[in-house]
């Protein structure tokens, strides 16, 4: 999401707005995105809050950020002659029958005519107690919500390994995972709460949660041309079925 200066990589972001237009939308499927960001934008903006820790500057921040993420977004998928639209959410939107229903009327609304929600959270206004707290859960809980077909979790590795495949050579790929219970098992987390790298931990138990609602996950690198890789099945993923 970002370059090597902290600001949102506006390039990266157009590629794969292209992506997801030419491999995904005008092949008649529809899609949803779960994206971060807004408090690195938010810092790229307002630099002189750059050592402010305060939770209000950080939540003030994450306000003028989500702004500007909102606009790469918009400026990404123009080229392709798609709109965007932002959905931010907490916890305990998830939680309400009445929240639910709304959500999922308004993504059905969204998608049936074309547009490209950006999910987020709302990082302005929560607090620990409704705070979802990373994107892989978002994206699970999204997913389940829009009763999805599948969910991509990007990462910064292929996928799952038995091992941290940055210190161990020997470390094994492991393309599909039947039983999540038996893959925690028999991986070695070198004792974080990771298994080894590219926070997989977390989407692994997104996976789970997507799992009985009939929704497959494929986690996979976000590098270039990832979406296109996916589409026509070159891309290298760990496949949870």
Excluded at 101 to 130: H, K, S
């Amino acid at each position: 999401m970002t370059d090597g200066e902290g600001r949102i990589d506006g390039g990266f972001l157009g590629a794969f707005a292209e992506q997801c237009a030419r491999s995904v939308v005008k092949n008649g499927k529809q899609a949803i995105i779960v994206s971060s960001g807004a408090q690195t934008a938010g810092l790229s903006t307002m630099r002189k809050w750059a050592r402010k820790k305060d939770i209000h500057y950080r939540q003030a921040l994450c306000a003028v950020g989500q702004v500007m993420l909102m606009k790469a977004w918009e400026r990404a998928f123009a080229p392709a002659g798609l709109n965007v639209a932002q959905i931010l959410l907490t916890r305990d939107d998830f939680a309400s029958p009445q929240r639910t229903l709304n959500m999922r009327n308004t993504l059905f609304t969204l998608v049936d005519e074309g547009i490209v929600p950006i999910i987020n959270e709302n990082d302005t206004t929560c607090v620990e107690e409704i705070k979802i707290g990373d994107n892989d859960t978002l994206a699970a809980q999204s997913a389940i919500l829009w009763s999805a077909d599948l969910l991509v979790l990007f990462s910064d590795v292929d996928g799952v390994y038995t091992k941290n495949p940055q210190r161990h050579p020997d470390a094994a790929f492991i393309d599909r995972v039947a039983d999540i219970a038996a893959l925690r098992a028999n991986i070695s987390m070198d004792g974080k709460s990771d298994f080894g790298t590219g926070g997989v931990a977390t989407k692994v138990a997104a996976a789970e949660l997507v799992l009985p609602y009939g929704i497959p996950s494929v986690i996979t690198r976000g590098k270039p041309a990832a979406l296109d890789a996916l589409a026509d099945g070159s891309a290298k993923g760990t496949v949870f079925t």
